[in-house]
């Protein structure tokens, strides 16, 4: 119905079938077989047909505005569809491991979301190997981990670099500590990860490296839970720099200690995706703008 009411109006608005039929780019018997089509359908004459001038009749005249309308509220209807389209929510999976979670996802997911506010964020968590696989997989968008990688298919962007400070209660004895040493670590009262994630693994490699022995409270996988309990347990914990946000350390009173030997525990936080994702163009456009919003996020 709405294709013969549309060639109508053309006839109508043309006021030759000749002209209609160049414009719709319809033979001329196509085009009169619609009209007659219509007018079979509603049982009256639309057009009093003089040689080759077509006239419309009253209920002809009835007929154009009802299908003048018709046509109107189809272009309103096409142009809402095409407003809904542009601003359409892309859906961007993005796998990480929970302690990435902790310290890269918030000013990450902040940094799309303020920049591309109508995307629509789905997280998959793992540990590194599996984010790597998810990518590959095409089951995940983009991965986030906390270490560099040089694999076939996929692409590696460095976000920015991190590593290990020890965080403390003020007040705490080594707060006066003009240069703390690893050796002020033995015997230390702290709060560390649990077992099993990469962060521990780190820190082990790091003790183990010094001959540290520290006198273990707790094992936790929490980075927020570590930090409300060292307060509390007047212990000590180390903590990636980048999750140690000035406004943090003041809301819980802690302190952090510059070490020189925690810079050896420098790692690379890397957002990765495979070379032909089928990425949405204002996720690429994001991969190209995230690693300064990350730099500025983690200097507050």
């Known amino acids: 119905m709405l294709e013969e009411l549309i060639v109508f ?11 209609a039929s160049k414009l719709l780019n319809l033979s001329q018997p196509a085009l009169s077989r619609k009209i007659v ?9 639309l057009f009093n047909r003089k040689g080759k001038r077509l006239e419309l009749t009253r209920v002809g005249q009835e007929a154009y505005n ?13 142009q809402s569809v095409s407003r ?37 964020l789905k997280l998959v968590t793992g540990k590194t190997h599996e984010i790597v696989s998810y990518v590959r997989d095409k089951k995940v968008d983009l991965g986030v981990i906390a270490s560099s990688i040089s694999e076939s298919g996929l692409k590696c962007i460095p976000l920015f670099h991190d590593h290990l400070e020890l965080v ?11 240069h703390a040493e690893m050796e002020h670590l033995n015997g230390l009262s702290m709060i560390i990860f649990s077992k099993g994630t990469w962060y521990r693994k780190l820190i082990d490699d790091l003790f183990g490296r010094y001959s540290i022995i520290p006198d273990i409270r707790m094992e936790i996988d929490s980075f927020e839970a570590i930090v409300r309990l060292l307060p509390t347990c007047r212990a000590a914990a180390l903590l990636p720099k980048s999750y140690l946000r000035k406004q943090l350390l003041r809301d819980n009173d ?10 050896q ?9 495979g070379d032909k994702s089928e990425l949405s163009a204002e996720t690429k456009e994001w991969i190209t703008e995230i690693r300064g919003s990350l730099i500025q996020s983690f200097s507050i």
């Open 9 to 19: 109006t053309t006839v109508v608005e043309q006021s030759s079938l000749n002209k």
């Open 37 to 45: 089509k219509l007018e079979e359908e509603w049982g009256v004459s």
């Open 254 to 263: 802690l302190v952090s200690i510059p070490m020189k030997e925690l810079e």
């Open 168 to 178: 403390i209660p003020s007040g705490h004895e080594l707060s006066k500590v003009k």
């Open 84 to 120: 809904f389209k542009k601003t359409e929510r892309s859906i961007v999976t993005l796998g990480a491991s929970l302690t990435t979670i902790q310290t890269t996802l918030p000013p990450l997911v902040t940094a799309l979301m303020n920049r591309f506010p109508d995307i629509e």
């Open 66 to 78: 009802y299908a003048i309308e018709v046509r109107q509220r189809h272009q309103t209807f096409l």
């Open 265 to 273: 525990t420098e790692r690379e936080t890397c957002l990765i995706y």
